[in-house]
């Protein structure tokens, strides 16, 4: 098991570097450019709460949408305005397919690898599906822009009448329609639940400017909640074999997909902190509630109510998905500290049992066996006996 979590855990710190791949799109409050990890996450997040066609497996969509960019970790970013030699681009993000997936144990490889191909070829209906969502939000990412960026909008409506967009007026025509209105700065069509589900989902991108203590694994900034939501997903794909009791694992990941929205009205509360009893305290809590009404509002009553129910199941960490979500929570800024030679157990003078009662006990409720890898690398850090 040691060997297998080393290579889980090679990959996964790997990833990390996705939130390092900066997009041509910009936030929507236009403060620095979108990056692909946040781009990821949010996509995740519009397949979780869009319509789908019928029959399409919306958490394969999701589970594609999480790992179709890692390639960019080797490849960068290649906005859709400029010209690419695209041969050489699919020969690169392949080679890269195969050594980022290449990482991980051969069970957990393979299949990933076949999903990531799979979205590229296009040809399946999940595929497809997932494909209309990343040609979907980078449009409204421009549109909802305060203001949008004008040289953006030229994008955009090249992308909408002759670009990878063009196809939605078929393929998705409320989308495209929005989409076109919009860019022509013309009112949208007259479409409640469409504008409900992109109010969410523009109130969303308020997230990937909430910033954590914790840092990248490489210590070169603070890591912020969008991409720790992201990251937090591909655990739960690549860990899912740690949790201590039968968990569905698209449950877990759809916990970890929202978990920290409430964050947009509160803000982030390092556990390690001064402050960091507040996580538990009731006006914390209350505040939480509160937030967790307001934003899961904003959806149609057809999605909303079962996510806030989802949020609070996660909160209140008593079911076994609930609880192993908790866990991956917990240690994923465990390693990023690691990685990065110490983070926030400096910057807060952590001990080994203050890191024990805080993270530990929580880590190992759902997963003990990752608890105890964990332990065994925490060791060299505190010097701490076997």
């Not at 999480?66 to 041969?87: N, Y």
């Not at 992201?230 to 739960?236: I, N, T």
């Not at 400096?346 to 203050?354: E, H």
Request: aromatic fraction near 6%; include cysteine.
């Amino acid at each position: 098991m040691t060997a297998r979590l080393d290579q889980q855990f090679a990959f996964l710190n790997t990833a990390d570097r996705l939130k390092q791949v900066d997009r041509a799109n910009v936030l929507m409050n236009n403060t620095r450019p979108e990056n692909s990890a946040e781009h990821s996450w949010h996509l995740a997040l519009w397949a979780l709460v869009m319509p789908l066609p019928q029959g399409v497996d919306r958490d394969r969509v999701i589970a594609m949408l999480l790992v179709h960019d890692l390639v960019e970790i080797d490849t960068g970013d290649h906005p859709i305005d400029l010209p690419h030699d695209l041969d050489a681009l699919h020969r690169d993000e392949a080679r890269a397919a195969k050594r980022l997936f290449g990482l991980l144990p051969g069970d957990l490889a393979a299949p990933l690898l076949a999903l990531w191909q799979e979205f590229e070829a296009n040809q399946t209906p999940d595929a497809q599906a997932a494909k209309r969502l990343d040609y979907s939000q980078p449009m409204f990412q421009v549109l909802h822009g305060q203001p949008p960026r004008p040289d953006h909008l030229d994008v955009v409506r090249m992308n909408l009448t002759k670009g990878r967009a063009a196809p939605l007026a078929q393929d998705w025509p409320a989308i495209h329609a929005r989409a076109t209105a919009l860019a022509a700065g013309k009112p949208a069509p007259d479409a409640p639940d469409l504008a409900a589900r992109l109010a969410f989902l523009a109130e969303a991108d308020r997230l990937k400017s909430v910033l954590r203590a914790t840092t990248l694994v490489d210590g070169s900034r603070c890591e912020n909640s969008g991409e720790h939501s992201w990251h937090l997903a591909v655990y739960a794909l690549v860990l899912a074999d740690q949790a201590d009791k039968a968990v569905n694992i698209q449950r877990v990941i759809r916990m970890l997909l929202i978990h920290d929205l409430v964050e947009i009205d509160v803000g982030d509360v390092p556990i390690h902190s001064a402050n960091g009893a507040a996580h538990a305290s009731a006006d914390t809590q209350a505040a939480e509630a509160a937030a967790a009404d307001r934003i899961f509002g904003l959806l149609p009553a057809d999605t909303g109510p079962a996510l806030r129910a989802l949020w609070a199941e996660f909160e209140a960490s008593e079911t076994p998905d609930a609880i192993f979500a908790k866990s991956l929570d917990r240690v994923q800024p465990v390693m990023a500290n690691l990685m990065s030679g110490g983070g926030t157990w400096i910057t807060y003078a952590v001990t080994y049992d203050q890191l024990q009662s805080r993270v530990g006990q929580k880590v190992a409720r759902g997963a003990p066996g990752l608890w105890l890898w964990v332990q065994a690398q925490l060791r060299p850090f505190f010097a701490v006996s076997a």
